[in-house]
């Protein structure tokens, strides 16, 4: 058995012994930011068992802020969960931060984590591809994250908005250069209708793509995703593994055809789901950095096969 067979062995043994751990809360430092979470979380085993967890997000926030030093990155955090990745964002740039969190569990953390920073503001609100009525969704709580399901039974409490409607809101992140979306599966949803919010300002998009959960939330064809984000003039992928490691860049108009790799879920590559950035045609300085943090191009055949990664040149 390699290593990286025993680490995710190690992960998957883990997961029903941590939530028996419960609701209790406790104050933890993890990747150079103290935060207050249930002990249940998983955040603290990924992060110490595989050091690139979460970094590829905030290596490309500290890109996007050193090819602009003079102005203030704005940021969206979308299922922005206890707050990990907003304050590790602005303890590395100084951003500028929305927290959107759909959940009242996790917002309860959310407030306590970034809720006397001044550079983070929450939104308590579950974000809609568009107007379709999500208000009686019920939240699915997994390994620390949520993902919310569709539910006639649901008490249409949950508050919601568009992006347009965020954008009208939060006038201060008028001027968004990069949205994290991590939504366990709403996120081909979620991206472009983002990105068509302030198709002007044409930020940065990074997100999780994983065709099994899109599809477990309604979206029966995730894949669509990329011919939203190719009409508003994205062109350009670069694309990490789960666990934060670096696959390679490539076209979207390529995206379609290497996301087969992804279903059904491929155990033998040693990823269940991508990392995502989206850069648009015109943004060659986030080009720039996607050059510098994923220079190779991707190539399904350098996966991971008996714990080595191949790369065919």
Request: glycine share 6%; proline share 6%; net charge negative.
């Amino acid at each position: 058995m390699t290593k990286r067979d025993e680490t995710l062995g190690f992960l998957a043994s883990m997961m029903p012994q941590r939530r028996l751990l419960g609701d209790q809360k406790i104050v933890r430092r993890v990747q150079g930011v103290v935060l207050e979470m249930p002990r249940s979380h998983m955040l603290p085993v990924y992060a110490r068992l595989r050091p690139t967890y979460g970094q590829n997000l905030v290596e490309l926030a500290a890109g996007l802020k050193d090819s602009a030093p003079d102005e203030t990155l704005t940021v969206m955090d979308v299922g922005a969960n206890i707050g990990d990745s907003a304050l590790q964002m602005i303890a590395r740039t100084d951003a500028r931060v929305l927290c959107v969190e759909g959940d009242p569990y996790w917002v309860r953390y959310l407030r306590a984590n970034v809720g006397s920073e001044p550079n983070a503001a929450v939104a308590e609100v579950l974000l809609a591809p568009d107007d379709t009525d999500w208000s009686a969704a019920s939240p699915v709580r997994e390994h620390g994250t949520t993902r919310f399901v569709s539910d006639i039974a649901g008490d249409r409490s949950q508050p919601m908005a568009t992006a347009a409607e965020l954008r009208q809101k939060y006038p201060e992140f008028d001027q968004l250069r990069l949205l994290k979306s991590d939504t366990d599966g709403f996120d081909p949803a979620i991206v472009p209708a983002v990105a068509h919010a302030w198709r002007d300002t044409r930020p940065v998009l990074f997100f999780e793509f994983d065709p099994t959960l899109a599809r477990l939330a309604g979206n029966a064809h995730p894949n669509k995703v990329w011919d939203d984000l190719i009409e508003l003039g994205y062109d350009r992928l670069a694309i990490w593994d789960n666990a934060g490691d670096p696959l390679g860049q490539m076209s979207i108009h390529d995206a379609a055809e290497h996301a087969r790799t992804l279903e059904p879920r491929p155990v033998q590559y040693g990823y269940h789901f991508w990392d995502v950035a989206a850069c648009h045609a015109d943004d060659q300085a986030a080009r720039d950095v996607f050059d510098t943090l994923v220079p190779e191009e991707f190539d399904v055949r350098g996966t991971w096969r008996d714990g080595q990664r191949r790369r065919h040149r």
